[in-house]
């Protein structure tokens, strides 16, 4: 886990050509997305399409991750961040368990500091169509941003906490950060995607954060 220091981050969608700007408390974020290893240890699971254990954990939904989350806190004898009731999920927001990032979370730790699209040239921080021959690749294999974190552009879409847009999209939540068969205009900071909290497929994976 990164610390990361309190900020502000602007974000931006294409699709609405909305801006909009949050102020962050202090958080921590993982360094890589969770690998098959953690995630076999922590659920017993291995629900990949790709197989190894430093590879990143792809085919899970974000209801998977959110479980996923819980599990780890009880592991760690931390206060589980998610309640569940059904499909209902509320964060308790004053737990010190492990959760999701925001997506401004998400975006303020990618850029590290930086403004551009990207925090580095492409073929040196991330995997996407151009380099990755089309499969998913081991975590840290590139180069991190300025703060030690790896793999946040390219390799596997990170699910984020927020609802995309309840009133066009309903319950879609946010995915950030492009994946290994994206080309680069998806692998880009500011980019947002989404999807139903219970989508599967094999570039999507997720990291995990804490509050301070």
């Not at 492990?98 to 990618?110: D, I, K, N, Q, S």
């Not at 927020?162 to 994206?182: C, H, I, M, P, T």
């Amino acid at each position: 886990m990164v610390p990361i220091a309190a900020g502000l981050v602007t974000l931006s969608d294409r699709r609405t050509q909305q801006r909009w700007s949050v102020q962050l408390q202090p958080y921590d974020i993982a360094a890589v997305p969770v690998t098959q290893e953690q995630y076999a240890q922590v659920t017993g699971e291995r629900p990949s399409a790709a197989t190894g254990e430093r590879l990143p954990v792809e085919s899970v939904s974000w209801s998977d991750a959110i479980r996923f989350c819980n599990a780890l806190s009880q592991q760690d004898g931390l206060a589980t961040a998610y309640r569940l009731d059904g499909d209902r999920v509320d964060w308790d927001v004053h737990a010190d368990g492990y959760r999701l990032p925001t997506e401004a979370e998400w975006e303020y730790a990618c850029r590290a500091g930086t403004t551009g699209p990207r925090y580095g040239p492409l073929d040196q921080i991330a995997w996407y169509r151009g380099n990755s021959d089309e499969r998913i690749h081991e975590v840290g294999g590139k180069q991190p941003n300025a703060w030690g974190l790896y793999d946040m552009l390219g390799n596997v879409w990170n699910w984020c906490w927020d609802v995309y847009d309840a009133e066009v999209y309903g319950s879609y939540r946010v995915l950030r950060g492009g994946g290994w068969f994206d080309e680069q205009w998806s692998c880009r900071a500011s980019v947002r995607r989404r999807s139903h909290p219970t989508f599967i497929v094999d570039d999507v994976g997720f990291r995990v954060a804490r509050s301070r």
